[in-house]
């Protein structure tokens, strides 16, 4: 029986950390401070501030599905009530995806890519008359002019 399956005696509420770098040091710790057992995620095991977790998952957080699973099967699964992530990119998506695997409060995993892709996003503005920056894909110099 490994920590994700043993007897869980903490009665602590649970967030999980996208990453466990030197930039997400300040959320680990603020969150700890609250009272949070911490689970930290990150595919390098010598994650900067990885030591400052209660657990963690050598995973990587640009990959949902995994991570789901692995919390899913978690003994901590049931007190999960958010996600820190102070990253750009796809820790967004998975952060978005996490929250719905777990009916938690956030943005949709739609719209997090919509954030993350400058087309979806200008499509999305356009359907609802926001203005956005006209562009047009060429071909040659030329066509500028």
Same mark, same amino acid.
């Given at each position: 029986?490994? *920590?994700?399956?043993?007897? =869980?005696?903490?009665?602590?509420?649970?967030?999980?950390?996208?990453?466990?770098?030197?930039?997400?040091?300040?959320?680990?710790?603020?969150?700890?401070?609250?009272?949070?057992?911490v689970i930290g995620v990150d595919r390098d095991p010598q994650a900067?501030?990885?030591?400052?977790?209660?657990?963690?998952?050598?995973? *990587?957080?640009? =990959?949902?599905?995994?991570?789901?699973?692995?919390?899913?099967?978690?003994?901590?699964?049931?007190?999960?009530?958010?996600?820190?992530?102070?990253?750009?990119?796809?820790?967004v998506v998975t952060t978005a995806a996490i929250?719905?695997?777990?009916?938690?409060?956030?943005?949709?995993?739609?719209?997090?890519?919509?954030?993350?892709?400058? =087309?979806?996003?200008?499509?999305?503005?356009?359907?609802?008359?926001?203005?956005?920056?006209?562009?047009?894909?060429?071909?040659?110099?030329?066509?500028?002019?």
């Amino acid at each position: 029986m490994d *920590s994700l399956t043993a007897k =869980d005696d903490t009665p602590q509420p649970v967030v999980v950390c996208l990453a466990a770098g030197l930039s997400q040091k300040p959320v680990i710790e603020l969150a700890k401070t609250l009272g949070f057992f911490v689970i930290g995620v990150d595919r390098d095991p010598q994650a900067a501030a990885g030591h400052l977790c209660d657990h963690m998952i050598h995973l *990587s957080t640009h =990959d949902a599905k995994p991570l789901i699973q692995t919390l899913k099967n978690s003994i901590w699964s049931d007190r999960l009530c958010g996600v820190l992530n102070r990253s750009s990119g796809p820790p967004v998506v998975t952060t978005a995806a996490i929250n719905e695997a777990f009916n938690l409060p956030g943005v949709p995993v739609d719209r997090a890519r919509q954030c993350l892709n400058k =087309d979806l996003m200008r499509g999305e503005c356009l359907k609802r008359n926001i203005s956005v920056v006209r562009h047009q894909v060429i071909q040659e110099f030329s066509e500028l002019c």
